[in-house]
Protein backbone atom coordinates (compact mmCIF):
# COMPACT_ATOMS: atom_id res chain seq x y z
CA UNK A 1 0.00 0.00 0.00
CA UNK A 2 2.66 2.57 1.10
CA UNK A 3 4.85 1.82 -2.60
CA UNK A 4 0.83 2.66 -4.61
CA UNK A 5 1.03 6.01 -1.79
CA UNK A 6 4.60 6.59 -3.14
CA UNK A 7 3.93 6.47 -6.40
CA UNK A 8 0.85 8.60 -6.51
CA UNK A 9 2.51 11.26 -4.88
CA UNK A 10 5.55 11.35 -7.44
CA UNK A 11 2.88 11.84 -10.04
CA UNK A 12 0.98 14.22 -8.72
CA UNK A 13 4.31 16.09 -7.38
CA UNK A 14 5.24 16.57 -10.95
CA UNK A 15 1.75 17.63 -12.28
CA UNK A 16 1.89 20.56 -9.68
CA UNK A 17 5.77 21.21 -10.77
CA UNK A 18 4.68 21.13 -14.05
CA UNK A 19 3.15 25.00 -13.68
CA UNK A 20 6.75 26.61 -12.62
CA UNK A 21 9.36 28.11 -14.78
CA UNK A 22 12.74 29.87 -13.81
CA UNK A 23 14.16 32.99 -15.20
CA UNK A 24 18.52 32.85 -15.87
CA UNK A 25 20.93 32.16 -15.06
CA UNK A 26 18.94 28.50 -14.96
CA UNK A 27 18.05 27.68 -18.46
CA UNK A 28 17.71 23.70 -18.10
CA UNK A 29 15.39 21.94 -15.67
CA UNK A 30 15.26 18.42 -15.93
CA UNK A 31 12.39 16.48 -13.85
CA UNK A 32 14.19 12.47 -13.41
CA UNK A 33 10.14 11.57 -12.43
CA UNK A 34 9.62 12.27 -16.24
CA UNK A 35 12.79 11.21 -18.38
CA UNK A 36 13.68 8.62 -15.45
CA UNK A 37 10.31 7.51 -14.25
CA UNK A 38 10.89 3.38 -14.95
CA UNK A 39 13.72 2.81 -12.52
CA UNK A 40 12.40 5.68 -10.23
CA UNK A 41 8.90 3.70 -10.23
CA UNK A 42 10.81 0.18 -9.90
CA UNK A 43 12.89 1.84 -6.55
CA UNK A 44 9.69 2.92 -5.29
CA UNK A 45 7.91 -0.39 -5.81
CA UNK A 46 10.27 -2.16 -5.03
CA UNK A 47 11.70 -0.92 -1.58
CA UNK A 48 8.76 1.34 -0.99
CA UNK A 49 7.13 -1.11 0.70
CA UNK A 50 5.56 -0.81 4.63
CA UNK A 51 7.22 0.25 7.49
CA UNK A 52 10.33 1.94 7.58
CA UNK A 53 12.05 3.16 11.30
CA UNK A 54 14.05 5.40 9.54
CA UNK A 55 13.78 7.78 6.28
CA UNK A 56 16.87 9.69 4.91
CA UNK A 57 16.02 13.30 3.07
CA UNK A 58 18.26 14.99 0.41
CA UNK A 59 18.02 18.08 -1.13
CA UNK A 60 17.39 17.45 -4.91
CA UNK A 61 19.36 15.23 -7.75
CA UNK A 62 22.86 15.18 -8.54
CA UNK A 63 23.74 15.56 -12.27
CA UNK A 64 25.56 11.55 -12.72
CA UNK A 65 23.29 10.10 -10.08
CA UNK A 66 19.28 10.05 -9.60
CA UNK A 67 19.21 12.29 -13.38
CA UNK A 68 20.75 9.37 -14.68
CA UNK A 69 18.87 6.72 -12.89
CA UNK A 70 15.65 8.31 -11.11
CA UNK A 71 16.87 6.93 -7.95
CA UNK A 72 17.50 9.13 -4.90
CA UNK A 73 21.72 9.60 -4.54
CA UNK A 74 21.84 6.93 -7.55
CA UNK A 75 24.74 5.91 -8.85
CA UNK A 76 24.45 3.75 -11.96
CA UNK A 77 27.03 0.70 -10.58
CA UNK A 78 25.23 0.81 -7.20
CA UNK A 79 21.79 1.22 -8.27
CA UNK A 80 22.12 -1.81 -11.12
CA UNK A 81 24.41 -4.58 -9.06
CA UNK A 82 23.46 -3.67 -5.42
CA UNK A 83 19.36 -2.81 -5.88
CA UNK A 84 18.81 -4.62 -9.00
CA UNK A 85 17.21 -1.87 -10.76
CA UNK A 86 17.94 -0.96 -14.51
CA UNK A 87 15.21 0.69 -17.01
CA UNK A 88 15.18 2.65 -19.99
CA UNK A 89 15.69 6.58 -19.40
CA UNK A 90 14.43 8.62 -22.34
CA UNK A 91 16.07 12.75 -22.77
CA UNK A 92 14.68 15.41 -21.12
CA UNK A 93 12.98 17.31 -23.43
CA UNK A 94 14.75 20.74 -23.09
CA UNK A 95 18.52 18.71 -23.09
CA UNK A 96 21.83 20.58 -21.99
CA UNK A 97 24.40 19.48 -24.63
CA UNK A 98 27.01 19.54 -22.30
CA UNK A 99 24.75 17.78 -19.37
CA UNK A 100 23.39 14.60 -21.83
CA UNK A 101 20.88 12.33 -19.97
CA UNK A 102 22.60 8.96 -20.94
CA UNK A 103 20.98 6.54 -18.36
CA UNK A 104 22.37 3.25 -17.78
CA UNK A 105 24.90 3.94 -19.99
CA UNK A 106 26.13 7.05 -17.94
CA UNK A 107 30.05 6.66 -17.13
CA UNK A 108 30.41 9.09 -14.97
CA UNK A 109 30.68 8.75 -11.19
CA UNK A 110 28.40 10.36 -8.94
CA UNK A 111 30.37 10.93 -5.67
CA UNK A 112 27.92 11.51 -3.48
CA UNK A 113 25.75 8.73 -4.22
CA UNK A 114 29.08 6.49 -4.19
CA UNK A 115 29.73 7.22 -0.61
CA UNK A 116 26.03 7.02 0.79
CA UNK A 117 24.96 3.74 -1.22
CA UNK A 118 28.42 2.51 -0.81
CA UNK A 119 28.55 3.00 3.18
CA UNK A 120 25.12 0.81 3.70
CA UNK A 121 25.98 -1.48 0.41
CA UNK A 122 29.14 -2.62 2.46
CA UNK A 123 26.94 -3.13 5.79
CA UNK A 124 23.97 -4.50 4.18
CA UNK A 125 25.16 -7.07 1.37
CA UNK A 126 21.83 -7.49 0.21
CA UNK A 127 19.78 -4.18 -0.79
CA UNK A 128 16.26 -5.96 0.74
CA UNK A 129 18.27 -6.01 4.03
CA UNK A 130 18.54 -2.23 3.94
CA UNK A 131 15.24 -1.39 2.74
CA UNK A 132 13.51 -3.40 5.22
CA UNK A 133 13.93 -0.99 7.92
CA UNK A 134 15.25 2.15 6.21
CA UNK A 135 14.52 4.32 2.82
CA UNK A 136 15.84 7.60 1.40
CA UNK A 137 14.01 10.26 -0.24
CA UNK A 138 14.69 13.88 -1.66
CA UNK A 139 12.46 16.85 -1.15
CA UNK A 140 12.76 18.29 -4.88
CA UNK A 141 13.31 16.10 -7.84
CA UNK A 142 14.14 18.98 -9.93
CA UNK A 143 18.11 19.72 -11.09
CA UNK A 144 18.66 23.03 -11.88
CA UNK A 145 21.16 23.59 -14.66
CA UNK A 146 22.72 27.27 -15.79
CA UNK A 147 23.84 27.39 -19.78
CA UNK A 148 27.37 26.02 -18.92
CA UNK A 149 25.82 22.87 -17.28
CA UNK A 150 26.90 24.40 -13.94
CA UNK A 151 24.91 22.61 -11.22
CA UNK A 152 22.64 25.56 -9.29
CA UNK A 153 20.89 23.78 -6.28
CA UNK A 154 17.46 25.20 -5.03
CA UNK A 155 19.08 26.71 -2.47
CA UNK A 156 20.83 29.29 -4.54
CA UNK A 157 17.26 30.13 -6.80
CA UNK A 158 15.53 33.97 -6.11
CA UNK A 159 13.00 33.61 -3.29
CA UNK A 160 10.21 34.32 -6.03
CA UNK A 161 10.84 31.46 -7.51
CA UNK A 162 12.09 29.07 -4.54
CA UNK A 163 9.03 29.99 -2.47
CA UNK A 164 6.61 28.52 -4.67
CA UNK A 165 8.78 25.42 -5.45
CA UNK A 166 8.99 24.52 -1.86
CA UNK A 167 5.75 24.72 -0.85
CA UNK A 168 4.70 22.11 -3.51
CA UNK A 169 7.62 20.10 -2.16
CA UNK A 170 6.72 20.48 1.45
CA UNK A 171 3.32 19.39 0.45
CA UNK A 172 4.28 16.36 -1.50
CA UNK A 173 6.87 14.82 1.70
CA UNK A 174 4.43 14.89 4.26
CA UNK A 175 2.18 12.12 2.80
CA UNK A 176 5.28 9.83 1.71
CA UNK A 177 6.91 10.09 5.18
CA UNK A 178 3.51 9.47 7.02
CA UNK A 179 2.71 6.29 4.69
CA UNK A 180 5.88 4.65 5.76
CA UNK A 181 5.62 5.36 9.64
CA UNK A 182 9.26 6.00 10.47
CA UNK A 183 10.65 6.56 13.93
CA UNK A 184 13.36 8.76 12.97
CA UNK A 185 14.28 11.07 10.18
CA UNK A 186 17.85 12.64 9.25
CA UNK A 187 18.37 14.97 6.80
CA UNK A 188 21.56 14.24 4.97
CA UNK A 189 22.98 18.06 5.01
CA UNK A 190 22.04 20.94 6.79
CA UNK A 191 19.08 21.79 4.48
CA UNK A 192 17.64 18.63 4.32
CA UNK A 193 17.67 19.35 7.85
CA UNK A 194 15.91 22.60 7.75
CA UNK A 195 12.78 20.98 5.48
CA UNK A 196 12.17 17.92 7.77
CA UNK A 197 11.93 20.86 10.87
CA UNK A 198 9.79 23.23 8.62
CA UNK A 199 7.61 20.18 7.76
CA UNK A 200 7.41 18.04 10.71
CA UNK A 201 8.04 20.18 13.88
CA UNK A 202 10.08 18.45 16.31
CA UNK A 203 7.15 16.96 18.24
CA UNK A 204 5.82 14.46 15.19
CA UNK A 205 9.49 12.73 14.88
CA UNK A 206 12.72 12.16 16.05
CA UNK A 207 14.86 14.69 13.97
CA UNK A 208 18.61 13.84 13.13
CA UNK A 209 21.46 15.77 11.01
CA UNK A 210 24.18 13.53 8.58
CA UNK A 211 26.76 14.98 7.14
CA UNK A 212 26.25 15.38 3.00
CA UNK A 213 28.80 13.10 1.43
CA UNK A 214 29.25 15.74 -1.36
CA UNK A 215 32.64 16.30 -2.93
CA UNK A 216 31.61 19.68 -2.65
CA UNK A 217 31.87 20.05 1.06
CA UNK A 218 35.53 19.76 2.08
CA UNK A 219 34.58 18.18 5.72
CA UNK A 220 33.29 15.45 3.60
CA UNK A 221 36.21 14.88 1.90
CA UNK A 222 38.46 14.13 4.83
CA UNK A 223 37.18 10.67 5.07
CA UNK A 224 33.30 11.14 4.87
CA UNK A 225 32.79 7.13 5.49
CA UNK A 226 34.39 7.47 8.99
CA UNK A 227 32.74 10.14 9.93
CA UNK A 228 28.95 9.24 9.06
CA UNK A 229 29.55 6.28 10.55
CA UNK A 230 30.16 7.77 13.84
CA UNK A 231 26.88 10.24 13.39
CA UNK A 232 25.02 7.05 12.96
CA UNK A 233 26.49 5.23 16.28
CA UNK A 234 25.96 8.49 18.41
CA UNK A 235 22.50 8.53 16.95
CA UNK A 236 22.07 4.75 17.69
CA UNK A 237 21.37 4.23 13.90
CA UNK A 238 23.94 1.44 13.58
Known amino acids: MS ?50 KVIFLGMNPGPWGMTQTGVPFGEVELVRNWMGIEAKVKAPKHENPSRRVEGFDCKRSEVSGRRLWGYFSERFPKAEDFFKDHFVLNHCPLVFMEASGRNRTPDKLPLSESGPLTEI ?46 PASPIANRGWEAQAHQQLKKMGLV
Open 3 to 52: AKVLIDQAKELTRSLSSLSFSDPVTHVYNPLEHAWSPHRQYLERYGKGKK
Open 169 to 214: CDRHLEPCVETLKPEVLVGVGGYATKVLRRVFGDERYRIETLLHPS
